[in-house]
């Protein structure tokens, strides 16, 4: 928390960031942020379902499937060696990816194993769309789960493949393979530290690795190049990595999902966002309707006479604009629910606001912690022991002085919910003492 910015993002991660059951650090799992994706624009079910077959990997498995037909398989459930060269000198397949292909074939049905041996699978002659892109889901996932053994043969790549496929997603047109590698190598260096040694030798051998990488998920219909030369999902590519991002549980939302809120009133977005009918994706489209100065002077007329939850709502959609919409937003100043707010927003974009003491930033800190139990229908209650927990232990005890209407319910959440027992016994001493201020 800076002099005059109170940092909403600090205060939810101090709070809410660990969900899993306290333990010791080698096995409390690594918690990854939701992010929002820009919308995309899928091609028809039965366009992508025709494509599937059309598919190298999936033409190749089909291929392996037939030419197995009934064969003893090793105790891996892999072809043996001489069944595994000889696929690969009848059928034309690359050897190096024929642990692929067959695993793919397995996963997906198309082999089955029994016995010690590798069958035909039962699947029917013809798919439905929906069947067919079940299918082609399952491959992409056969493929991405791969990358834990070595799929692509570079360690780097394989290591931030999931974030390398989110990047090109992200960018429709298609991302040049110089940045893909300078992305690589940025995260590898933040994420594992090598060395400038290190360094020196993966900038070296990264781009070849790269192409080599891109080369097989080309092949896995995923990606493919452009006519200027950047590398791009497929319309197969972009479907089954949606689905990979939505099963990780980040905001992947179609064009037309987007589209249906951008022609709501401010009221009724801001409804949506706190009912959770709308997620931050369809703010974009809803404020490239709209003048910067007129939307925010909407939202804070909303905001102003409204619940902590659409005060949470409201902020969201303001920190997507910039200085623009200054007019409304130092207007907000000599609103009493806003000017803590207002201040914030002006001293983050550099502009001219009254400083906020330490008071404005606990109240701050209440009505943020309210909002979160409109706007997540109390995720709260999931909340476990935070560190440092003498911040929260702090900041507890000063709320009662701050006289923000929601005190009391902030801090009886957290006496209830909390995983910490000095956390829960500070919010039930703090209650207690908000409760004689309002009687």
């Keep these: 928390m800076a002099n005059n910015v109170f940092d909403l993002a600090e205060l939810r991660k101090l709070i809410d960031e660990q969900a899993a059951p306290p333990g010791p650090p080698e096995e409390t799992p690594v918690e990854h942020e939701a992010l ?22 999936v033409a190749d498995a089909v291929r392996l499937a037939g030419w197995t037909g009934t064969r003893p398989v090793t105790p891996e459930g892999l072809p043996t060696e001489a069944d595994a060269a000889a696929a690969a000198a009848e059928l034309g397949l690359d050897p190096s990816r024929l642990r692929l292909v067959w695993i793919v074939a397995v996963n997906t049905g198309l082999l089955q194993i029994l016995g010690g041996r590798a069958s035909r699978g039962p699947l029917p002659q013809r798919l ?72 020196r030798r993966m900038a070296a051998d990264l781009p070849g690795e790269l192409l080599q990488a891109l080369s ?164 709260a209650d999931r909340l476990d022991t935070p560190e440092p927990r003498e911040d929260l232990i702090r900041l507890v005890a000063e709320m009662p002085s701050v006289g923000h209407p929601d005190t009391v319910a902030v801090l009886d959440m957290l006496a209830r919910a909390h995983g910490d027992e000095a956390v829960v016994k500070a919010a039930r001493k703090a209650a207690m003492k908000a409760r004689s201020f309002a009687h």
Aim: proline share 6%; with cysteine.
């Design 36 to 57: 929002t994706f820009p919308p995309v624009t899928l091609a028809d079910d039965a366009e992508l379902a025709r494509a599937v077959p059309q598919v190298p990997l």
């Design 216 to 379: 097989l998920l080309a092949y896995c219909g995923v990606v493919e190049q452009t006519a200027a030369g950047r590398t791009a999902l497929t319309p197969l590519g972009v479907w089954a990595i949606r689905r990979d991002l939505l099963r990780e549980g980040h905001d992947a939302p179609t064009s037309a999902e987007v589209e249906v809120f951008a022609d709501l009133t401010a009221a009724e977005l801001v409804d949506a966002l706190v009912s959770g009918s709308a997620t931050q994706s369809a703010v974009a489209g809803w404020l490239e309707r709209r003048p910067p100065e007129e939307a925010a002077r909407e939202l804070i007329a909303i905001a102003a006479e409204g619940t902590a939850g659409r005060r949470g709502a409201v902020g969201a959609v303001l920190e997507e604009l910039g200085p623009e919409a200054e007019s409304p937003l130092r207007e907000a100043l000599d609103l009493p629910l806003m000017r803590r707010y207002a201040a914030s927003w002006l001293h983050i974009r550099d502009l001219d606001a009254p400083p906020l003491s330490p008071e404005d930033h606990t109240w701050i800190a209440v009505d943020s912690l309210a909002a979160l139990m409109h706007l997540s229908g109390h995720a």
């Design 128 to 199: 439905t769309v929906e069947a067919t892109l079940e299918f082609w889901d399952g491959v992409v996932m056969d493929v991405l789960d791969r990358a834990d053994e070595g799929l692509t043969g570079s360690a780097v790549v394989d290591g931030h493949l999931a974030e390398m496929l989110a990047t090109i997603y992200s960018v429709r047109s298609g991302v040049a393979v110089a940045n893909l590698a300078r992305g690589i190598l940025q995260s590898h260096e933040v994420a594992c530290a090598p060395g400038e040694t290190g360094m």
